[in-house]
């Protein structure tokens, strides 16, 4: 029987009791080589920091231990952090005559102290009750029992909505573009495109990093999870499209920072998403609670419920004409995660709102509206300075607000703009990629397409 020294595995193997044994051929994963049993001469240093390790794990060996933290070390890190660090620097500059080894003991021993030192004491049980959206008393990395149900159906339903861009047949979006479309069609088209790149990947930030950390349940932090994946997901499907049709990609991606009517949207994300994103937010200070809420509104009313909802539908208009049906389909299967997204979002906000007590001033809502209002008409117009056939400028601001209505009476908000009417009747059911209407049959591969989802 052949042996390691597991605890050394570049030395001779050896048999005792910190090896284990392993039969020759018995699994060749682990089985010993000649380059394994073949002993290895080493320089002083390695063989100083291999030996310092293997003592770390035997102090009464006589290695010289820094002194190993305590619970109460621990405790007074909260309070003097800065003081503490510093004398930890102190310590392994004053045993620095066995440099990073010296150090690396004393991190071990500590780690031991640690899990022995304390005698376990259970700790009460998590109730439901304890848990909130923001400010909560529960424990993050426990998922039951569920304060928010809805939140974990969110991230099942969205589990049955996996696909990804490679699943949709680009080629007669090829010829599309190069053949069948018209300059202001080509237009309209790149335009959306180069939108919509920044939009994802601002959206994947602002989930990921300034609003999934505030959150103080698992199951809401679980499908935000989810939703940073989709997000990514998306940013590839725009890739995709851009490679397939062989657009200049660097071109595109750079438009944002040229052509001001993208620009001004993305500015306008940017602002009011990077407030919650500060370190020093807290969200047990009303005013910073307040910014957070309107934020989280604007992120999931506005940014995902009206200018991507609305922002696809240039692209659905060439797709009711027969033109880029597969770009079309990848945009519908990335609409359909966006209206969860939205509902998702509103869903929190309003939970916000009702746990911590939050009234928004209305003027706050208001400004956010029209900042929302006239950066898209601006956008509209850019994109479609004459219409193209069967969409205008007109029917896109127009929809913009028909929606916007939609997403403050979702909020419970006042609706920003009265009597706006639904300018494109087709987008809802376009947005409503159930299976059996699917009849561009460009999909190569059948999804199950969250049938318990409600559309909105
Ligand atoms: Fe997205
Ligand atoms: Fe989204």
């Known amino acids: 029987m052949k042996t390691l020294n597991w605890d050394n595995p570049l030395a001779a193997p050896t048999s005792g009791v910190q090896s284990r044994s392993v039969e020759a051929g018995q699994d060749n994963a682990l089985a010993p080589t000649d380059a394994l049993t073949r002993p290895i001469k080493l320089t002083d240093q390695t063989q100083q920091l291999i030996q310092t390790e293997i003592n770390s794990d035997f102090p009464a060996a006589g290695i010289n231990l820094v002194k190993p933290a305590t619970y109460e070390d621990s405790a007074n890190d909260a309070e003097s952090g800065p003081q503490r660090r510093s004398s930890t620097t102190q310590e392994a500059t004053a045993t620095a005559q066995t440099p990073p080894a010296t150090l690396s003991v004393g991190v071990s021993a500590r780690r031991r102290e640690r899990g022995t030192a304390e005698p376990f004491t259970p700790m009460k049980p998590i109730n439901s009750e304890d848990k909130r959206v923001v400010n909560g008393m529960g424990d993050i990395n426990q998922l039951a029992p569920f304060k928010y149900p809805w939140a974990w159906e969110f991230f099942i339903n969205a589990n049955k909505n996996h696909w990804t861009p490679l699943d949709i047949n680009m080629a007669q979006d090829v010829h599309d573009y190069h053949h069948n479309l018209k300059s202001e069609e080509r237009h309209v088209y790149e335009n959306v495109l180069a939108y919509l790149t920044t939009s994802d990947i601002l959206a994947m930030r602002n989930i990921g990093l300034a609003v999934m950390e505030k959150m103080t349940a698992p199951e809401l932090q679980i499908y935000q999870a989810r939703q940073v994946y989709e997000e990514s997901l998306h940013t590839w499907t725009y890739q995709h499209c851009i490679e397939t049709i062989g657009l200049d990609q660097s071109e595109i991606y750079n438009r944002y920072r040229v052509v001001p009517e993208i620009n001004q949207k993305i500015q306008v994300a940017n602002r009011r998403l990077n407030a919650v994103m500060r370190s020093d937010i807290n969200l047990r200070n009303s005013d910073d609670l307040q910014e957070f809420v309107l934020s989280y509104a604007f992120f999931s009313g506005i940014f995902e419920g009206c200018w991507f909802y609305n922002g696809f539908s240039p692209i659905f208009a060439l ?138």
Not at 320 to 348: N, P
């Open 319 to 456: 797709q009711r004409r027969g033109l880029m049906k597969g770009t079309a389909e990848q945009l519908q299967y990335i609409m359909r995660d966006e209206v969860m997204h939205c509902s998702f979002g509103i869903r929190v906000v309003r939970q916000i709102m009702q746990e911590e007590n939050v009234t928004l001033d209305p003027r706050d809502i208001r400004d956010m509206w029209d900042e929302a209002e006239a950066a898209e008409m601006a956008y509209a117009n850019f994109l479609l300075p004459n219409p193209i056939l069967g969409y205008s400028a007109q029917d896109h601001h127009e929809q913009f607000r028909f929606t916007a209505n939609r997403r403050a009476r979702q909020l419970g908000f006042e609706e920003p703009f009265a009597g706006a009417k639904n300018a494109l009747p087709w987008l809802d059911e376009q947005s409503n990629m159930r299976k059996e209407k699917n009849f561009f049959e460009t999909r190569v591969t059948e999804y199950q397409t969250g049938g318990a989802l409600k559309w909105e």
